[in-house]
């Protein structure tokens, strides 16, 4: 009779476990039905081309898929491929920020792509005291015709917008001239201090504030004042042309000591000391959180270093591609860091496979640490906020080019799963606005429900 009992409480229990879990399967199984609605039935979303791939990686199991193996634009989606990249070489300490030689009395020494060295942000100065304590006669070697100032692809006429900052061997102040007007003040201050003689002012009736252009080909600028709004607060970065020749200057200015310029490719076939400068967390968490274009490009300059003592894009997107990314669904066609190049080309399910690779070698509190946070952070500070006394539920890297936006990263639901997806728009004639509102229905239903 115990028995009996017994085995019938094990069978009735264990009908219990199935009837719930085929409940769950089938509120999972509506789920996924809605959130495929949500973006196969959104009018906008139609209008262009869409890939979006949702991916449970605990069940490893594909949620949603649509036109997940296409190429798109991924814009500054890219950066989710530098940051991996420069992760696995450089690690997330410091860099290795200059490279030198000790010859007798001199000291021969050359950049290695390293944007920290007194950026406006940044502010690192190891490299700085280095060469000032240094009691031998300083030696710039040139190796500035490794890089090219502007990426394939890139526009010609983006050399006035930060955005488009150049590329450089050495960057000093992050290869930009800043113009800040702070709260209550009446003049703007200028940084670095050293290109005020050569900032020109002129006044307009039809530009409402400040505009700052350069020259160019040359590091003259001017700004246009409308006196009715000179007043209001404003941070803006200009770019400046850079050189081995006018590094080596504004050296001697911040050192007080003469720098010369030195051409000899026997000094770079060596094998260098280098000199650790600016923590790479710091740098990460700028270039991933506002999507800085600048640190993206300087920092496959820094991989390239660290592999071959030699500044090229192209090296350190290869040896990605062959020792790194040699997994991913389908090969990433790729040219630059920062993604400004229209040429960068990517599937929605390489980075999904991307997105898992970061999710199992860097800790999740560096990632919240690095990437944009839904309603609080960076770039998607004003997009897909949690509800009220919750934390973010979304942190993810977007993309926006003219023909292209994206947002791809990692979404955390009610019920505590974190689920990876990659979502990219090409070919939309529609506000960028208006597609992440479509889009951050779509998320927050996923957030909620799954």
């Not at 160019?216 to 050189?243: A, G, W």
Request: hydrophobic share 35%; charged share 25%.
């Amino acid at each position: 009779m115990g028995d009996f009992f017994y085995l019938s409480f094990d069978r009735n229990l264990q009908a219990m476990k199935n009837f719930l879990l085929g409940l769950l399967i089938l509120f999972s199984s509506c789920t996924i039905q809605k959130i495929n609605k949500s973006l196969k039935n959104s009018e906008p979303l139609q209008k262009g081309h869409m890939g979006f791939m949702l991916l449970d990686p605990e069940q490893n199991k594909v949620l949603v898929d649509i036109n997940s193996d296409k190429y798109f634009i991924p814009a500054s989606n890219t950066k989710l491929f530098t940051f991996y990249t420069s992760y696995s070489v450089l690690g997330d300490e410091l860099v290795y920020g200059l490279n030198y030689l000790e010859r007798g009395d001199s000291l021969i020494f050359w950049g290695t792509g390293d944007p920290g060295f007194l950026h406006p942000d940044l502010d690192n100065q190891v490299a700085l005291n280095f060469l000032k304590q240094s009691n031998k006669e300083l030696y710039l070697l040139d190796n500035f015709e490794q890089v090219d100032a502007f990426g394939s692809g890139w526009s010609w006429d983006w050399y006035n917008y930060y955005y488009a900052t150049e590329r450089s061997a050495m960057p000093i102040y992050g290869n930009v001239v800043r113009f800040k007007l702070d709260e209550g003040q009446n003049r703007f201050s200028i940084i670095p201090k050293r290109f005020t003689p050569f900032i020109e002012a002129k006044k307009t009736e039809n530009w409402n504030g400040y505009r700052f252009r350069r020259e160019r080909f040359q590091n003259l600028f001017s700004y246009q004042l409308d006196e009715e709004t000179h007043s209001d607060p404003f941070e803006t970065d200009i770019p400046f042309v850079t050189s081995a020749e006018f590094t080596a200057q504004l050296l001697n200015e911040e050192l007080g000591k003469k720098i010369t310029v030195i051409k000899n490719a026997n000094y770079i076939k060596e094998d260098p000391k280098k000199l650790l400068t600016t923590p790479a967390d710091s740098i990460y968490a700028q270039m991933m959180k506002i999507s800085d274009n600048f640190l993206a490009e300087q920092l496959m300059l820094l991989v390239s270093d660290q592999l071959n003592n030699k500044l090229s894009t192209s090296d350190a997107i290869e040896y990605s591609k062959e020792n790194l990314l040699a997994d991913l669904p389908d090969e990433p066609l790729w040219v630059d860091g920062s993604g400004l190049s229209a040429k960068n080309m990517f599937t929605p399910r390489s980075i999904i496979a991307l997105l898992g690779k970061i999710r199992a070698e860097v800790p999740l509190e560096k990632i919240k640490a690095y990437f944009p946070a839904g309603g609080e952070s960076g770039t998607i500070r004003n997009w897909y906020k949690a509800d009220e006394g919750q934390s973010a539920y979304i942190y993810a890297k977007t993309g926006t080019l003219s023909m292209s936006n994206a947002l791809s990263g990692f979404l955390i639901t009610k019920s505590g799963k974190i689920l990876h997806f990659s979502c990219i728009l090409n070919n939309y004639a529609l506000p960028s606005s208006e597609l992440k509102r479509e889009l951050e229905k779509t998320l927050y239903l996923i957030h909620d429900k799954y």
